[in-house]
């Protein structure tokens, strides 16, 4: 475990608990949970809600955005299918769980914000630690083109399509996992690039996410 010396042992049990509760909703990937059980959470947390870090809810972070709950953190990093090594571009680091948990479980994580603040808090909490990682303040819609290709793209905001230069920065065989829609609500997909290029997409039922807004905000 990556993140032993962060820990805060009176919160091991309520980590247990969080995991047996998300098991029992669908997450059955073994790695998944494993991460989300050694991922302490409560050092992603806005301080006001750091004693509700193990219930399964999304709550407010900085600039307006919001942590993910964990059954959703857990949902799309099941569909992403992770390895060990894996190359991962991540649209919209946020407060850095989600982030937390793709490199607790080995992956080499390349991570954009576009709200500078955030980016900052969230850039000085992995500098602090340690965290080995590459995080950029840029565009999501533009991602990392002198980094790709991506074994596998996941988006933690909701987009009303795929954006295409995501696409094209996914290696044949890779997988997008995103929220599309729009306000109302959108469908969590899964887009897996086949070997001639063409995009297979899955949907995987209806959920909430803050929109993934282009440009970047100082």
Same mark, same amino acid.
């Given at each position: 475990m990556i993140f032993d010396t962060l820990d805060n042992p009176d919160f091991a049990e309520q980590r247990k608990e969080l995991v047996k509760s998300i098991?029992?909703?669908?997450? %059955?990937?073994?790695?998944?949970?494993?991460?989300? #059980?050694?991922?302490?959470?409560?050092?992603? =947390?806005?301080?006001?809600? $750091? +004693?509700? +870090?193990?219930q399964d809810h999304a709550f407010p972070i900085n600039c307006g955005q919001s942590i993910s709950q964990p059954f959703t953190v857990g949902f799309q990093t099941q569909l992403l299918s992770v390895s060990a090594g894996d190359k991962i571009l991540e649209i919209g680091t946020? +407060?850095?769980y989600q982030t937390a948990i793709l490199l607790e479980m080995g992956a080499q994580v390349y991570t954009i914000? %576009?709200?500078?603040?955030?980016?900052?808090q969230t850039k000085n909490l992995f500098e602090e630690n340690k965290f080995n990682l590459k995080m950029f303040f840029t565009d999501g819609y533009e991602g990392l083109p002198e980094y790709s290709p991506f074994d596998s793209i996941?988006?933690?905001?909701?987009?009303?399509?795929v954006p295409e230069k995501l696409i094209d920065q996914l290696k044949? #065989?890779?997988?997008? $996992?995103?929220?599309?829609?729009?306000?109302? #609500?959108?469908? =969590? =997909?899964? $887009?897996?690039?086949?070997?001639d290029g063409s995009c297979k997409y899955t949907d995987y039922g209806a959920f909430m996410f803050v929109p993934m807004v282009s440009g970047t905000k100082k």
């Open positions: 098991e029992k909703r669908g997450i %059955r990937d073994k790695k998944v949970l494993d991460a989300i #059980g050694n991922v302490p959470r409560h050092i992603f =947390m806005d301080k006001y809600f $750091v +004693s509700k +870090s193990y946020g +407060s850095g914000e %576009r709200q500078y603040e955030l980016y900052l996941l988006l933690t905001a909701a987009a009303p399509k044949r #065989g890779g997988r997008i $996992v995103a929220p599309i829609g729009g306000k109302q #609500g959108q469908r =969590m =997909m899964l $887009v897996e690039k086949l070997d």
